[in-house]
């Protein structure tokens, strides 16, 4: 693994965002935004798989506010504007010039990503692994989609220390990364499990958990196709259990310059199950934006 010598932290937002950096210093640039409740930890297999694929890229992967080494933004409800309003000025910050960096999106970032270049964020390239493109309370899994928003729901009542001791609780914990994880390698499985005991209750505290779930489910990709205007790759697990693939099919169909890959056999975990594949597909992308 990359050793922490790599991180640093860039102002944004009158707080502080940690960002990794992996590969070429001075390289073609990915920024790569994770998912709800993670961190950096869940995109670094595939930040690492990229940069060994392609080393002369530069990728760098923020904490988002409120998790990992990010604090959350002070003074601030975690809305997906206020996520996706963070995510330019972290780009700002680090120094990268409008259409001269690539952006991927996993998940919640997927959401964070599609709202920022709507607010205006001008990568050259998007990548979109496992978008959220069907509302989380419709569709075949809004029964589960329904029991996690009243777990979150009965969280916000409690006061700090028991809300967080449930929002971590390691058995809950567990129980979704059963649900996410369809490899049935038993090692992967253990290493996905103990990604998520290490890293999933990382968060700041639970009111920035809560804002940030609230703005998961309140907004779907397909809000901002309009300003999809740039080259983008959708990659799709094909049992996604979050968004069908038919949903995915339909996102890609409405981009001016939309393509698809789909894993087969996994899930919403692409960054976990299928890190070589899903680097293969964004090297091959990113050549046709930076073919030198």
Known sequence: ????????????????????????????????????????????????????????????????????????????????????????????????????????????????????????????HTTLINPISAPALEGPQAMMSRLAAGYYRAAQLLPEAPSRALLGNPIIVRLMSEVMAKTRDPALRRFIHGQHAAYFSSFSDSTTLLEAFQASISHTVTEYVGALSMPTLIIAGERDDITPLAQQLSLVRSLPHGSLVVTPGVGHLVHYEAVEDAAQSIASALRQVHPA
């Not at 709800?36 to 990728?59: K, M, N, Q, S, Y």
């Not at 923020?62 to 003074?75: N, R, T």
């Not at 963070?86 to 010039?97: F, N, S």
């Open 1 to 124: 693994m990359i050793s922490e010598s790599n991180a640093r932290s860039v102002t944004t937002r009158d707080s502080t965002t940690r960002v990794w950096e992996y590969g070429s210093p001075h390289g073609p640039t990915i920024v790569m935004v994770h998912g709800f409740r993670g961190d950096h930890h869940g995109l670094e297999g595939l930040a690492i798989a990229l940069t060994e694929i392609a080393p002369e890229l530069r990728v760098i992967v923020p904490d988002l506010p409120g998790f990992g080494e990010s604090p959350a933004i002070p003074h601030t409800t975690h809305s997906l504007d206020a996520y996706g309003a963070w995510l330019i000025e972290c780009v700002t910050a680090l120094g990268l010039a409008p259409h001269a960096f690539s952006i991927v999106g996993h998940s919640f970032g997927s959401l964070v990503v599609t709202n920022a270049i709507a607010q205006g964020l001008t990568p050259a």
